[in-house]
């Protein structure tokens, strides 16, 4: 049963890299950025995640899923990444309790420029939730240059 309090957000991020990245360094961050995303959500109050996923795919690099059903646990991951990468769309799900959509997006936002600060790296985040403020919103975080 869906509550009050349960909140979704769902969110397409398109990366850019000036430079191929090493496809264990890409896998390292994305399994970091749904951990920290998920002990970010239970220490701002969540009760409950139901799921923290998401699917990177390339286009001729491969894809790797990777999902987290408790802060405390480690990440589950499936495909793989080749070495070579310079673009990458991951499209991120989290689905959890005792959390506004609101708190979940500011989480998943400043997270993802802490996890994915790559040097080089341009990331582009576009809301794939539409009933939220009228449709999906596009916003742009560029890493610094390191």
Do not use: W
């Not at 909140?7 to 264990?24: G, I, R, T």
């Not at 799900?93 to 005792?98: A, E, F, I, R, T």
């Not at 080089?120 to 975080?141: K, M, N, V, W």
């Amino acid at each position: 049963m869906i509550t009050s309090d349960f909140s979704a957000y769902a969110v397409k991020m398109e990366v850019h890299l000036q430079e191929s990245v090493l496809s264990a360094m890409l896998h390292s961050r994305i399994e970091s950025l749904l951990s920290t995303i998920a002990k970010e959500c239970m220490a701002a109050g969540a009760t409950l995640i139901g799921h923290i996923k998401c699917l990177a795919s390339t286009a001729d690099h491969g894809f790797l899923a990777v999902s987290v059903v408790d802060e405390r646990g480690a990440p589950r991951s499936r495909g793989g990444l080749e070495d070579g990468i310079e673009e990458i769309e991951i499209v991120l799900n989290v689905l959890l309790y005792g959390l506004s959509r609101d708190m979940v997006e500011e989480i998943v936002k400043r997270t993802t420029q802490q996890e994915l600060d790559i040097p080089g790296a341009h990331i582009h985040l576009t809301e794939l939730d539409g009933d939220h403020q009228g449709g999906g919103q596009h916003h742009e975080h560029h890493a610094h240059d390191h």
